[in-house]
């Protein structure tokens, strides 16, 4: 993924609702593991093709521990999105909390 600024939000008012920006710097980080995550795999099965491709045996063999770094990979994958639907719940929970004993209050 790239830095397009288009795609940050920025520590701005937008809607009524402030930005954290801790929170979308955690999540830009995150999508960034997952998409560097993503772009290994996409090198992996590239890869994993032209072995297969080639009919070479040592290539098949080496096609068994690719898929093995795989199927590891989009297990993590699996986890970053997970913690990063926790961690942005928790946030925007917190955020309309605060949000609410702020309105309370006035």
């Avoid at 093709?49 to 989009?74: A, P």
Wanted: charged share 25%; aromatic share 4%.
């Amino acid at each position: 993924m790239n830095s397009d600024s288009s795609r940050r939000c920025p520590a701005t008012e937008h809607d009524g609702v402030d930005a954290d920006p801790v929170v979308w710097a955690a999540v830009d980080e995150s999508l960034r593991e997952v998409q560097s995550m993503l772009d290994r795999n996409r090198r992996l099965i590239d890869e994993v093709n032209e072995n297969q491709q080639s009919r070479l045996l040592h290539n098949m063999v080496k096609n068994v521990s690719l898929i093995q770094e795989l199927n590891g990979n989009i297990s993590k994958v699996l986890s970053l999105y997970s913690d990063l639907n926790s961690n942005f719940s928790a946030a925007f929970q917190s955020h309309h909390s605060a949000a609410n004993v702020a309105r309370d209050k006035s």
